[in-house]
């Protein structure tokens, strides 16, 4: 699945899943550049332990030809400008989830717009929603070599059949399996309150579980989600382990 070509991959944002995608792709061989929102000397030395670079946002994504945004939904307007900008051929994957008590009330969200449509129409050009399915310890502890007996699955969705292919085999390069999960527009299917949302599904869960997936149900279970995890962790930004996301998430979206 691996196609051993090595990209030139900016990554914006280094929280929780940025910096664990920068320290996965790096350590695979791509030339890794990263940024945050308040400027490369603060980022920390563990992000670039296998190799990645720190730059500003912009000097990140010269040249790249695959940005991944990790940034919290709403702020995704603040980096719009800088995106709309690349060229149609850099692939641009986003991992953002709609959170109403992070991001606050996006009006078109309540009727129905799948959460990658509304990303894309914002920076106006096609983009592959991935990693936003699965939780940072996960991702950064669970991942496994490929054909390991069981091997955690991530949902990929995309418009762009070349697209989605290479970032498939990032995925699979970050220690998952990744899953065709079709078109943006199908990707309501693997939001938050979905089957495979945060549930560590493997391959063959997967296709169970988005052909499960009931749209008007998931804002509901999403908000009972993070009820649970700020009564647990006390405060908003702490992640609970994989554990624990598991548990929850299998018990409310299953
Ligand atoms: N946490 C999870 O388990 C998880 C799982 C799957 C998907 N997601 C989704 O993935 C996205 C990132 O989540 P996270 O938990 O990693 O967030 P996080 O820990 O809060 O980190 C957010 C990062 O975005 C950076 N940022 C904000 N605005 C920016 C800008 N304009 N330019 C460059 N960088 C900017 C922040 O910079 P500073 O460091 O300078 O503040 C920070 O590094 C969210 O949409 C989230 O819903 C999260």
Known sequence: MTNNEKYRIAVLGTGHIGKTLARSLASAG???????????ETIAPDVLATGAEAADAASAMQNAQVVILSIPMAKLVDIAPLIRKLPQHVIVADTSNYY???DGNIDTFSDG???SLWVAHLLN??????????GSDSLATKGTAEATAVRISIPVAGNIEEHKKVVMSLVN???FDAFDAGTL?????????APCYCTDLTYNEMKLALAATEKSRLPARRDIAVQAIQERMGDKRSNPNADYIVRLHRA???
């Open 252 to 254: 409310l979206f299953m």
């Open 113 to 115: 717009q799948v959460e």
């Open 185 to 193: 527009e199908e990707s309501w299917r693997q939001q938050p309150g």
């Open 100 to 102: 109403p008590h992070r």
């Open 173 to 175: 390069e970050t220690g």
């Open 30 to 40: 791509h030339f890794v550049k990263v940024a945050n929102s308040r400027g490369p």
């Open 125 to 134: 050009r096609p983009l592959v929603k991935v990693w936003n399915a699965i």
